[in-house]
């Protein structure tokens, strides 16, 4: 019997690409790969939006660039990291060819130092209200001094900087900022190609935040990124498809082999329905790696497929819907399925 399964449907996810590539234009596309491609399986999914004609890629921390450059994602493919510890190994990642967003002038210098093989790429990030890294007003001219100082260890590739996306005057004022920061480094003599701000909200909701590039995660899965524009109303499908088996059957209900070790919450008792053949049943309770869900006098038989959420198109729950029922947002269920749960990929 098949164990729980996520359905990854990886030519889903390339249409995803494509259509907000096509939505972004003239802006750049970085497809955001970070927590295991948001749970989907990362290599499938960075293999698939290489082959997607994507030129950027954002993993967070420098391992997973490393990562998907040894599994041959392609030199000409720019690698984002940007969550750099006090400890890194630049050397290794320089010769990666990764991409580095920089906050501090003590990550800029120790850059500098491993940069013997060839000069590395810098982004500059500036902090805009969110407090979540970036350089301060204050630092940011010297920050920018020592990176065009450093030429010929470090190319300033870019500049950047990211928001909450959480009301639209705090990303006004967010947004003025970025420009500030931009204008007073062009003073300071720097010219920069790539300027990014939007993740998928910010892309979607404002078109004045989408300047050279922008880095998309969320939208990309078929996900909502909480508020805003919803995902189908961009034509943006769902990437995941969550089954378990009917493990056991017996007098009105039915047990899943997928439990809260898996990842599926205790907080679906009572709030969401899987389906199976078409008929959707309520969760009555969820234990380490058993679900109960209460099927009536249905002829469910073991050895039937459950879907906990899919696409949507077979009456099955989506994502969007137990992410509403379970007061969170998409990402949060996905992130947290357990690498017990077979990624299968579609191609
Ligand atoms: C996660 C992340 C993104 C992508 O955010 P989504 O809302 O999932 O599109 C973009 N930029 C940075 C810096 C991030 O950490």
Redesign the pocket.
Known sequence: MNGPTATIDLSAYRRNLARLAERVAPAALMA?V?ADA?GHGLLPVARAAVAAGVAWI?T?DIETGLELRENGIPRDVAVFT?LLGPNEDYGRAIEAELDFGVSTLSQLEAIARASVSGRARVHLKIDTGLHRNGASIEDWPGLVTRSLALSDRIELVGIWT?IA?ASDGDDTVAIERFRSAIAVAERLGASVTVRHLA???AAFGRADSRFDLV?????SYGIS?GGGVSPSSLRLEPVMTLTAPVIAKEEGLATLGIGYGDGIPSSAVGTVQVSIDGARFEVVSVQLDRLTVDTGDSPIQLGDTAVLFGSGTAAEPTLQEWADQLGTIG?EIVTRLSPRIRRRFLE
Do not use: C, D, Q, T
Request: aromatic share 16%.
């Open positions: 955001v970070k948001y954002g967070l940007w990211h996306e993740a998928s909200a880095r998309i995660g969320a939208f990124p990402e």
